[in-house]
């Protein structure tokens, strides 16, 4: 069979295998992905790249405008937002197929890969779940990665053979690849260097200056439109690049320190991707075995194509460089990686003896390999496992939704530290960030100090708080607004699993006394049925590492510290809800299961499951009731 047949039914066994192992989610779960659609719907609505139902609709600078403008297509001809994830997903499943077949030319083209290793490599690869967890929500990297692979073949015949539709088609991709993320920029210094040492250097300077003039317009735009965005809300809503470099500036040994760190954080979340068995001393053992294995393999990559192999190093500089980590920023360059790791084997994958008379235990050795990989990625993605957490997630955004859209009233200003823009999506309300993010900050954590974060509530003209993760963000400074300004500055509106929204109610004394020389007044609106009166504000412990929040039966949330525990004898808790704050703390939690068992006299149920330290429900029976439950307290402890 021809190859363009067996890259067409690659492509659509790929895009079956995604279909099949999606279910929905809303969108605005990741973040990143609701302040996507957020820019689509702008974008759809020809208001042009700003954040649509933020406050002040600052100007979109922080995303390169490709996806959201082929997101922007499905809404403008669609469903609206809501109703946007299910042909979105289609979208990302099918670039994500795609790219299997990109990879699969990459593989039996430029890089000498017979046909039936590389068709097997794809297959295998493309089962690991963080490839389709990617796809399952609207995020760039299925696009990026279709973008990258489609330059890199580009690039790798052109260091062969130089012709205008090749250069022309390498632009292309790269105008494609960088503007829909801005690390695509590795690909101009890898195309310099590998078409520079084929072809000429003059060529590849050549290149590289076409490339950087591609760029040049976006860099310089999204420089301008940050300056126009507040201050305090720069970090969330401007460029990564001012900010990122500022902070480096500001910090530099802080910087180099988190750079290098970042640098073997990235190797170890590969092969945590590439080896899905392991874990703990284990995974650190193949981490190191495989590290001179992977940079041998990316020498002999770099003989088929030097293009591939710079791209694969100057892109895990660029995300070594990055101001956090995430398998996202991975994913994209995972396939090479892995082709790097296995390059040997897979060149060797053809029908009959390979070079050298050799014997074929290398391709057993690999076929065991892949099924070892394969099954249990296979496995995660039958029982959906890879969508846990965002279903964990999604359940909080719709909580979270609920209240607002119960309480808070048309015309006020949300703001949440993660779910702002799916809150605006479902709820309809204007939103904004509520925290500032500086991962490389010296003092205080990456989401700022009290002070930081009131700038922000001021600059957006924040009404409501959503306090997400028990509080661990907005907890503290929460506590300093009632503690400075008692009387109902903050007031508690509605309380969720995990999370509360509360009313601001501060004037200009209040922030005065708060030390912000009172700028920037915006009196809250009538929140419908105020709760304040029968739920007193107690957020004595919402700043803490180890929480727990207590569920009583009328809903009213209070948040408490691990030892806290036994000093409540309240008759009446109906559940306990261990958040992901208090799950870090592991070791402790059969303790703590075991004491709401003596002290409620009642058996402790597992309703969650335990999802990358997520949420974790748990419900306690009177003795009376009639159950057949089994406790789980020694799976949490397993863990």
């Known amino acids: 069979m021809r190859t363009p047949w067996v890259a067409a039914a690659l492509g659509a066994a790929l895009y079956a295998l995604g279909w099949w192992s999606w279910h929905p989610v809303p969108i605005g779960v990741w973040h990143d992905d609701g302040a996507y659609v957020l820019m689509a719907q702008s974008i759809a609505a020809g208001d042009g790249l700003t954040w649509a139902g933020v406050a002040n609709a600052p100007p979109a600078a922080k995303f390169p405008p490709l996806f959201p403008a082929v997101a922007a297509g499905v809404l ?69 990665m279709v973008a990258c692979l489609a330059f890199l073949l580009a690039a790798s015949r052109l260091e062969r053979s130089g012709t205008a539709l090749l250069t022309a088609t390498l632009l292309l991709a790269f105008a494609a690849a960088f503007h829909t993320r801005t690390a695509g920029v590795a690909l101009a210094g890898a195309a310099a260097i590998g078409v520079g040492s084929r072809r000429g250097w003059a060529r590849g300077a050549g290149l590289a200056t076409g490339m950087a003039v591609i760029a040049l317009p976006w860099v310089l735009w999204s420089r301008a439109a940050t300056a126009g965005i507040a201050e305090p809300l720069r970090d969330v809503l401007g460029s990564y690049g001012g900010w990122l470099a500022e902070q480096a500036l500001r910090n530099p040994l802080t910087y180099v320190a988190f750079a290098l760190r970042n640098a073997w954080e990235v190797w170890e979340r590969a092969i945590t991707i590439l080896v899905p068995l392991l874990s703990g001393w284990p995974l650190l053992a193949a981490a190191i075995v495989l590290a001179p294995i992977g940079l041998f393999g990316l020498v002999r990559l770099g003989r088929a194509s030097p293009t591939v192999a710079a791209f694969v190093v100057f892109y895990l500089i660029v995300v070594a460089l990055w101001p956090f980590q995430s398998e996202r920023l991975v994913a994209p360059v995972l396939p090479l990686v892995a082709a790097a790791i296995a390059g040997p084997i897979l060149v060797s994958s053809g029908p009959g003896p390979p070079p050298g008379g050799v014997g074929r235990a290398p391709f057993w050795a690999l076929l065991a390999l892949a099924v070892g990989f394969a099954l249990p990625n296979f496995l995660v993605l039958a029982r959906g496992g890879h969508l846990e957490d965002f279903d964990v997630r999604a359940r909080a955004l719709a909580a979270a939704s609920e209240a607002v859209g119960s309480w808070v009233p048309v015309e006020s200003v949300v703001g949440a530290p993660e779910l702002w823009a799916g809150l605006h999506i479902y709820t ?57 300004c008692p009387g109902g500055a903050v007031e508690l509106v509605a309380t969720m699993p995990g999370s509360l929204l509360a009313r601001l109610n501060w004037d200009a004394a209040c922030r005065e006394r708060l030390g912000l020389g009172g700028a920037g007044e915006r009196p809250g609106g009538d929140a419908r049925g105020s709760t304040s009166a029968d739920s007193p504000l107690d957020l004595a412990f919402l700043g803490r590492v180890d929480l727990l929040g207590v569920a009583f039966p009328e809903q009213d949330l209070l948040h408490l510290g691990v030892e ?76």
């Open 564 to 639: 806290e525990l036994p000093r409540f004898r309240v008759p009446g808790i109906e559940s306990v809800v261990v958040d992901q704050q208090g799950l870090v703390h592991q070791p402790v939690l059969p303790a703590i299961l075991t004491d709401v068992t003596k002290d409620l006299g009642s058996e402790v149920i597992l309703e969650g499951s335990l999802i990358e330290p997520r949420l974790i429900f748990i419900t306690t029976l009177a003795t009376d009731r009639t159950h057949s439950t089994i406790p789980m307290a020694d799976e949490i402890d397993e863990r």
């Open 428 to 484: 309809g309300r204007t939103v904004s960030p509520s925290a500032r993010f500086l991962p490389l900050a010296r003092a205080g954590p990456s989401w700022g100090t009290p002070e930081q974060q009131y700038r922000v509530w001021i600059a957006a003209g924040i009404d409501y708080v959503l306090a997400e993760h028990a509080g661990g963000v907005h907890g503290d400074a929460l506590d300093r607004v009632d503690a400075e």
């Open 76 to 144: 403008r001809w669609g469903p609206d937002a809501r109703q946007a994830a299910v042909p979105l997903a289609r979208l990302n499943l099918g670039l994500m197929a795609l790219a299997g077949v990109l990879y699969f030319l990459l593989l039996t083209g430029p890089l000498g890969v017979p046909r039936i290793g590389a068709l097997g490599a794809t297959a295998v690869l493309w089962t690991a779940p963080a490839l389709w967890r990617l796809a399952s929500v609207p995020l760039s990297e299925p696009l990026f």
